[in-house]
């Protein structure tokens, strides 16, 4: 059985087999990097640049997602997947099916930070299921 059940807006019943709050976390890191690399490319926003590259770094987010479970890091890319339009939120257990059996091995960290707006495509996932990432207590 997954990790946490939760209640979404219309108090129907999401299993997504890892905690909105791993989630909202990796979240958060992802676009902390993605945003200081695209400030790097542009040469603006170096205000709060320094704080956000400390807290959130490459080697940080992925020391956490390898600490995960098999099948949380599965629901990450999964969750991916849906917030890309790849699969819908009704083929969740499909995607999740495909997410494990193609991530057997390999390193979802690097997966996620090769994704380009990896951060928003996760949000995206939780949207298709009605949650909210901002919503998510961190």
């Known amino acids: 059985m997954s990790e946490t059940p939760r209640d979404d807006d219309n108090g129907a019943e999401v299993d997504l087999g890892v905690s909105l709050?791993?989630?909202a976390t990796v979240v958060d890191?992802?676009?902390a990097i993605q945003e200081t690399e695209d400030s790097d490319e542009f040469d603006t926003a170096e205000e709060g640049a320094e704080d956000t590259e400390q807290d959130f770094d490459?080697?940080?987010l992925t020391a956490f997602i390898e600490e995960l479970n098999e099948d949380e890091q599965a629901a990450l890319v999964?969750?991916?997947w849906i917030g890309r339009g790849d699969y819908d939120a009704e083929e969740w257990e499909e995607a999740l099916r495909?997410?494990?059996e193609r991530g057997a091995g390999?390193?979802?960290a690097a997966y996620l930070l090769g994704m380009?707006?990896?951060g928003d495509l996760l949000a995206e996932g939780l949207a298709a299921f009605g949650i909210s990432v901002e919503d998510v207590e961190r």
């Open 21 to 23: 709050e791993t989630v």
């Open 106 to 108: 390999t390193d979802t």
């Open 29 to 31: 890191h992802l676009r």
């Open 98 to 100: 495909l997410a494990k």
């Open 58 to 60: 490459e080697s940080t």
């Open 116 to 118: 380009d707006m990896a």
């Open 78 to 80: 999964a969750l991916a």
